[in-house]
């Protein structure tokens, strides 16, 4: 269904790791399975490629000011580093809904983002792109009170 016929069209802040070609990758993926859910993408590696000249400071601004920007964040929990912590602490402090990703859930992440991870709204987490495409078609639906990150 388009997103003309009822759904909202959702701007999503994919907050991961870009360490490898691998994770790069899998951003590319989770983008464009995003973008075919009918919703819009910040992905910083597309926003602000490696390899730009954009200083650490600049990269710190666009980022922060891109998930304040976004009406959702897409965390994906796999190996996330301490950018993914930090944009993330910055989504909760601003309260933006997050959808959390992780494929392996073997793989201990340390106390707060395990209990992130464990406590999260069940229909706002996902372990594998199939799971993922059911929480966006979910969001889509939700109206701009639902979004909103209650206390």
């Known amino acids: 269904m388009p997103a ?22 899998l951003n590319a993926e989770l983008a464009d ?3 075919q859910a009918s919703h819009s993408v910040y992905l910083p590696q597309r926003e602000l490629p490696l390899g730009t000249r954009a200083s650490p400071a600049e990269i710190l601004e666009a980022n922060s000011a891109a998930v304040r920007a976004s009406d ?3 965390v994906v929990l796999d190996k996330p580093g301490l950018g993914v ?6 989504a909760f402090a601003v309260k933006k809904r997050i959808v959390l990703f992780r494929t392996d859930t073997q793989d201990y992440l340390g ?3 395990e209990g992130l991870w464990q406590s999260h709204e069940r229909d706002l987490r996902a372990t594998s792109v199939e799971e993922l495409r059911v929480v966006l078609s979910r969001l889509s639906s939700w109206s701009t009170r639902e979004l909103e990150v209650v206390e």
């Open 4 to 25: 003309s016929e009822g759904r909202r069209r959702l701007r999503f802040f994919i907050n991961s790791s870009l360490s490898s070609l691998a994770e790069q990758r």
């Open 33 to 35: 399975v995003v973008e």
């Open 72 to 74: 959702a964040v897409l």
């Open 85 to 90: 912590a930090f944009e993330l602490g910055v």
């Open 111 to 113: 106390k707060i983002l």
